[in-house]
């Protein structure tokens, strides 16, 4: 009888360490890439396809802790994520700017808090590039979110970020009071 419990307990161990504590979650990340000098190149064709996902834009959809001030955000992301992202697309190409999308898979993520509120944020590729964080759709919408927000500090992160092909992004921001 110990023995089958043994084992028993040792085949129930070992499959609570082998499963993660999220499922792995499929995102698209959009970011945007100034146009430079030689982008029409090979090397400027591969540095955007493989090397231009910054994981700090994966770190938008996990909760980031904010503080409002009057004349200021501030900002602290997780320290860090895992993930595995296939090659660019690019969706849009401007005179002065690409939009690509990455598809990425995000692993091994703590379970998300419950919101305690949902901001949708819709703005236009128009007018992100024209703002601070033009490179970065979800940090734009991020900020807009927790501005649209009631809370003076807490935490925020991505639900959900689209773009329609026709100039437009909406994202879903999840905001929890600290």
């Known amino acids: 009888m110990r023995r089958h419990s043994l084992f028993v307990a040792l085949v129930l ?6 499963t993660p504590a999220r499922a792995q979650e499929k ?4 970011l945007v890439s100034p146009v430079a000098a030689g982008a029409g190149s090979e090397a400027g064709a591969l540095m955007d396809r493989y090397m231009g996902l910054s994981p700090e834009a994966l770190r938008l959809y996990l909760p980031t802790d904010y503080v409002k001030k ?3 955000l501030d900002l602290r992301t997780p320290s860090s994520i895992a993930f ?5 697309r690019v969706l849009e190409r401007g005179e002065k700017y690409v939009l690509n999308a990455y598809e990425v898979a995000l692993r091994g993520l703590p379970p998300l808090p419950k919101p305690d509120r949902v901001v949708t944020v819709r703005f236009s590729l128009s007018q992100l590039v024209k703002s601070a964080d033009a490179t970065s759709p ?3 919408a991020l900020k807009e979110g927790i501005g649209r927000g009631s809370f003076a500090r807490g935490s925020a ?6 773009y329609d092909g026709k100039g437009s992004f909406s994202a879903r921001v999840a905001l929890r009071r600290r």
């Open 138 to 140: 979800g940090l734009y």
């Open 84 to 88: 595995e992202a296939g090659a660019a």
């Open 27 to 30: 995102r698209t990340v959009y």
């Open 70 to 72: 009057p004349l200021s």
């Open 13 to 18: 161990s070992a499959g609570a360490l082998l």
């Open 157 to 162: 992160w991505l639900e959900s970020l689209s």
